[in-house]
């Protein structure tokens, strides 16, 4: 999650980011449906890794293979719909995921154990592998910068190059007085909250945000409130 200097910058950031991705995916809705074309030409599909199937999609034949790594409550559709549909498909063969628990990875639920960011990072380069991409590059906005550093870290012969924005390293306490202004998600703007309640149903999407609120705060109690 994006940690600029100000508290207040913060907040507005994060609920902008919130809106940015829920406008994306007004239109996605979860489901257990069978491989899917998205228009003539991104494809959709689910593999199973690690015990859990997980839902992507692709597009494009380049030799340069990209994975696209969603933010908080995101999918690949929610935050990187303009990529899929833009980006030279010549060049990049490009692969959207989502998460275990977010978008179309449902079941299972989201859940936030201590090791999360790992457990994403490790199913995103294992999801890479099942598909036959021996070496790619990755795109991580927000939480999904965050695992594609990791990703990285623990994979280096794996990964071509690293694009991540909107990533911090670390948590501090000021962060969660202000992860916890979202906790309630009653208090979001309509434009905020209607597109994640149609994607996700009121319920889930509240739950998620509360536990999300709660596995990022975790690390506030580490060292530095290091990742």
């Known amino acids: 999650m994006a940690r600029p200097g100000s508290g207040g910058l913060?907040?507005?950031?994060?609920?902008?980011?919130?809106?940015?991705?829920?406008?994306?995916?007004?239109?996605?809705?979860?489901?257990?449906?069978?491989?899917?074309?998205?228009?003539?030409?991104?494809?959709?599909?689910?593999?199973?890794?690690?015990?859990?199937?997980?839902?992507?999609?692709?597009?494009?034949?380049?030799?340069?293979?990209?994975?696209?790594?969603?933010?908080?409550?995101?999918?690949?559709?929610?935050?990187?719909?303009?990529?899929?549909?833009?980006?030279?498909?010549?060049?990049f063969t490009l692969v959207a995921w989502d998460p275990r628990g977010y978008?179309?990875?449902?079941?299972?639920?989201?859940?936030?154990?201590?090791?999360?960011?790992?457990?994403d990072a490790?199913?995103?380069?294992?999801l890479m592998q099942a598909l036959k991409f021996k070496k790619f590059s990755l795109l991580g906005w927000s939480d999904g910068g965050i695992t594609a550093l990791i990703a990285a870290a623990k994979n280096p012969t794996l990964i071509h190059k690293m694009v991540v924005w909107g990533t911090n390293p670390s948590v501090s306490e000021e962060d969660v007085k202000l992860y916890n202004a979202i906790r309630d998600v009653s208090k979001w703007s309509e434009r905020a909250r209607q597109p994640m309640e149609e994607m996700y149903g009121h319920d889930y999407f509240s739950k998620t945000c509360a536990a999300w609120v709660d596995g990022i705060s975790q690390f506030a109690q580490k060292p530095n409130g290091c990742i």
């Open 10 to 91: 913060l907040l507005r950031r994060l609920l902008s980011q919130l809106s940015r991705s829920a406008q994306w995916g007004a239109t996605l809705r979860v489901s257990q449906a069978p491989a899917a074309s998205y228009g003539t030409s991104v494809t959709s599909a689910k593999v199973e890794v690690n015990g859990v199937r997980l839902h992507y999609q692709q597009t494009g034949s380049g030799s340069h293979a990209v994975l696209l790594l969603p933010g908080m409550l995101g999918s690949g559709q929610t935050d990187f719909g303009p990529q899929l549909k833009s980006m030279n498909k010549q060049q």
């Open 103 to 119: 978008g179309k990875s449902i079941p299972p639920l989201r859940d936030f154990p201590e090791d999360f960011f790992e457990r």
């Open 122 to 126: 490790k199913d995103a380069v294992d």
